[in-house]
């Protein structure tokens, strides 16, 4: 959620509410502050873009407190006509159970809503009827509201408001709640965004990926074994097939032997550069051994991964090593750079950095774009510092189960 999508919200309700009470007790104003003055907490935290459970968490305490309840549920209904737990708050000293899913069988709250979309009340449940109606009479709850949370034009779930031992919940109760709804539901949407557009980033990266790997295959096994082939034939014919005192052809066709290895070495690089069939073929420490070798700066290793990871994590990794240790080797004028990688609490932690002069920016330059993009599309976390004259570093925390956005 932006700040101007929660602004909107906010302006939105503020401006519904204050025609109720302009002229009216003090009491009223005090509340409409105090109401005011939650909403804009709520938009806050959404608009700095946390995690949804906390905006959830977040609106529930707000409702909880701002009607004087006993407690709040966020409940989200799920296709199978139950609803499942997702956020709760509940008063000081008061404990109410909190099942993580219930049935919306019966007549209660969260099924009224679910039927009718609409906002709902029930001040008593004795005649109620449902799981859920006897488990809010075995707690002593004496009154509950409703409010429906639409997200995108459809009913995503319920917020509900319960109270225990002090009356009935205010009467005005449900047109409070949908101030706190609005802005649930704009949280909601944005996670999804989020989710449909990080799905979307790693669809991208595994597809290229995927291209990557066919066209290493289609050189390797085409383009590189024709040269190969080529090569040894060429040099056959300037050792065989020549007569004796052509000096200045075999000389020319050696050259051009020499030229066309010379070619293949070139080749084979660009396709280690595609997709490297060592990573491939070993795994990911074999190739990170690799890459160290082949640099110009020496490299210090401490590459602890003994098992074979996910595809997409050796992927990333190998990349991301490749590039910083060419940033290193172009860029920073250093004397050794290091590489550390290892798997902890279910995550591979690696980190390269160097000695150089620093002066790294990571928007600079389209290479560490791309890590970032690649890195994050894992569900990973990537840190890129390089103050000038305190050397480079790359820090990146990779789930060995890659989210498929999150």
Avoid at 18 to 25: E, H, I, P, S, W
Avoid at 251 to 280: K, Y
Avoid at 307 to 325: D, K, Q
Wanted: net charge neutral; proline share 6%.
């Amino acid at each position: 959620m932006t700040a101007d999508d929660a602004s909107r919200v906010l302006t939105h309700h503020h401006a519904g509410e204050t025609g109720c009470v302009l002229g009216g007790a003090p009491a009223a104003v005090d509340r409409l502050r105090s109401e005011q003055a939650g909403l804009r907490r709520v938009a806050t935290l959404a608009a700095g873009r946390p995690v949804a459970s906390a905006v959830f968490t977040a609106v529930t305490e707000e409702v909880r407190r701002l009607l004087g309840a006993a407690g709040a549920r966020m409940l989200r209904y799920e296709p199978d006509g139950s609803a499942t737990l997702v956020a709760c708050s509940d008063a000081p000293g008061t404990r109410l159970p909190r099942v993580p899913r219930w049935t919306l069988e019966g007549d209660n709250v969260p099924s009224r809503v679910w039927r009718g979309g609409r906002p709902a009340r029930m001040d008593g449940f004795t005649h109620a009827s449902g799981r859920l109606a006897a488990f809010l009479r075995d707690n002593g709850v004496l009154s509950a509201v409703g409010a429906p949370i639409m997200v995108k034009g459809r009913l995503w779930g319920v917020m509900v408001a319960v109270s225990i031992a002090d009356g009935p919940l205010p009467p005005d109760a449900e047109l409070r709640l949908s101030g706190f709804t609005e802005l649930a539901a704009a949280a909601i949407a944005c996670a999804n965004t989020n989710a449909e557009l990080a799905a979307s980033r790693t669809r991208i990266v595994a597809a290229s990926d995927q291209a990557r790997r066919r066209i290493e295959r289609d050189l390797h096994d085409g383009i590189q074994q024709r040269l190969i082939s080529i090569g040894l034939r060429l040099r056959r014919t300037v050792r065989e097939d020549l007569p004796a005192g052509s000096h200045r052809a075999r000389s020319r066709l050696s050259e051009v032997a020499g030229e066309l290895e010379e070619a293949m070495t070139d080749l084979q690089e660009t396709v280690r550069g595609i997709h490297p069939p060592i990573l491939t073929q070993g795994g990911l420490e074999p190739a990170i051994r690799t890459l160290a070798c082949r640099s110009p700066v020496p490299v210090e290793l401490d590459v602890r991964v003994p098992e074979r990871l996910p595809e997409i994590t050796e992927v990333t990794a190998y990349y991301v090593v490749a590039e910083a240790l060419a940033n290193t080797a172009k860029h920073a004028n250093a004397t050794v750079a290091w590489v550390r990688a290892e798997i902890r609490a279910g995550h591979l932690r690696l980190s390269v950095r160097d000695d150089g002069i620093g002066g790294l920016d990571p928007r600079a330059g389209s290479g560490l774009i791309g890590l970032v993009d690649r890195v994050e599309s894992t569900g990973g976390t990537i840190a890129i510092s390089g103050p000038a004259g305190g050397g480079a570093s790359l820090r990146v925390d990779l789930p060995l189960i890659p989210e498929q956005g999150r």
